[in-house]
């Protein structure tokens, strides 16, 4: 597998392409703001881009769909309820192929209610529901505390500890981490109430 990690746009957002091979399937994560670095990367890996994947629909996450879309044919896949255009939508426990990759959908609304997690070969791309050391925020319209607790304390805390973490935003000390170390280090998962979740998102 090939991973390529791009830190563009004016909000240290990630994209990253994905590929089964040298000049094989691939897919794009969440292009953003400044795509024509990651066009290049498509380019220089010779990969053939089957499906956009969106972790949400805030436009840092979305703005390069259009120009992956007519450089590469691919199709933009994302939750069901996203208030964007969507070819392929998903919904909790779904799974798709791009070649010999297998990506599984795990529904994690909070920061958006359209918010899910790309779990693929060892990895996962948690966009803005985790970060390293971090979660994203619950404040803007479609956030929800409560929600976030059940993703966080439940999903993300369910998930193995060895699987590698693909932020959406250069925010940590290091540009990814493991669902282990957000397990033991990370001061949003600490178990807590929903109650107490909720009073400290707000504080």
Not at 81 to 105: I, M, N
Not at 155 to 178: I, K
């Amino acid at each position: 597998m090939i991973l390529d990690q791009f830190r563009i746009g004016p909000y240290l957002n990630f994209t990253y392409l994905v590929a089964d091979d040298e000049g094989g399937d691939a897919v794009v994560i969440d292009p953003s703001y400044g795509i024509d670095p990651v066009l290049d990367g498509i380019d220089a890996r010779r990969a053939k881009v089957r499906y956009i994947l969106n972790t949400h629909s805030h436009p840092d996450h979305v703005a390069g769909n259009q120009e992956v879309r007519e450089r590469t044919g691919a199709k933009t896949v994302a939750h069901r309820v996203a208030p964007l255009h969507q070819d392929v939508s998903v919904e909790d426990g779904d799974a798709f192929t791009a070649g010999r990759l297998r990506f599984e959908v795990i529904h994690t609304p909070g920061h958006t209610k359209d918010s899910v997690l790309y779990l693929f070969d060892g990895q996962v791309a948690t966009g803005d529901t985790l970060f390293v050391g971090e979660c994203g925020r619950t404040d803007l319209p479609g956030g929800d505390p409560s929600e976030m607790y059940d993703s966080l304390l439940h999903r993300v805390m369910e998930l193995d500890d060895a699987l590698v973490v693909l932020p959406g935003h250069d925010y940590g000390t290091t540009p990814t981490s493991t669902i282990g170390r957000e397990k033991r280090e990370n001061y949003t998962l600490v178990p807590r109430t929903r109650e107490e979740f909720i009073r400290f998102l707000r504080e």
